[in-house]
T-cell receptor
């Protein structure tokens, strides 16, 4: 199956700083990537859909100025958490849709963000 | 929008069979998927049902009834490593830009 990587896997930052999370499709091109957020023992909540060459589409209630998404190339999407606060501490997971006609969605290993 | 309901927790004995139910409400429906997630890990795909009936993949089976907006995941011969969270998920459109929407997840604990 297709492989999606994320970096870093864990990050600890101080309040007020910004953190960038990278998501890469390793063996395929992804014009679209999805960003999810997951709190402990909770579901995956879709934050936004990242589109190569155009603006991301954010879900209702997600602050686009706080969670900056850039889809720089066909294999890279980044999520930047700006001016992070402790309540932003969460597990962030990116995902890419499967190849044309596929019903599967491929997930990265996730990034654990802790804001102190 | 979409909503999916599944039990929050299930406990079962090693070697037994367990069924995790999922009911959904969507504006459109393009299949019901099941994903497994171990603590701290990424979701991994288990199965997909587009049509009514049972799909079997090894110890795992998944069932769908579109008329009832209902599906379930059946895990047989439970092993300790099956302890994880299980999510049902749907898409309401069929396009590459449509993300999966997940249920709240069912935490399965397998005990000896």
């Amino acid at each position: 199956g297709a492989v999606v990587s994320q970096h870093p896997s864990r990050v600890i930052c101080k309040s007020g700083t910004s953190v960038k999370i990278e998501c890469r499709s390793l063996d395929f091109q992804a014009t679209t990537m999805f960003w999810y957020r997951q709190f402990p023992k909770k579901s995956l909540m879709l934050m936004a859909t990242s589109n190569e060459g155009s603006k991301a589409t954010y879900e209702q209630g997600v602050e686009k100025d706080k969670f900056l998404i850039n889809h720089a190339s066909l294999t890279l999407s980044t999520l930047t958490v700006t001016s992070a606060h402790p309540e932003d501490s969460s597990f962030y997971i990116c995902s890419a849709p499967g190849l044309a006609g596929s019903y599967e969605q491929y997930f990265g290993p996730g990034t654990r963000l802790t804001v102190t | 929008g979409q909503s999916l309901e599944q039990p929050s927790e299930v406990t079962a004995v090693e070697g037994a069979i367990v069924q995790i139910n999922c009911t959904y409400q969507t504006s459109g429906f393009y299949g019901l998927s099941w994903y497994q997630q171990h603590d701290g890990g990424a979701p991994t795909f288990l199965s997909y049902n587009a049509l009514d009936g049972l799909e079997e993949t090894g110890r795992f089976s998944s069932f769908l009834s579109r008329s009832d907006s209902y599906g379930y995941l059946l895990l047989q011969e439970l092993q300790m490593k099956d302890s994880a969270s299980y999510f049902c998920a749907v898409r309401d459109r069929w396009s590459g830009n449509t993300p999966l929407v997940f249920g709240k997840g069912t935490r399965l604990s397998v005990i000896a």
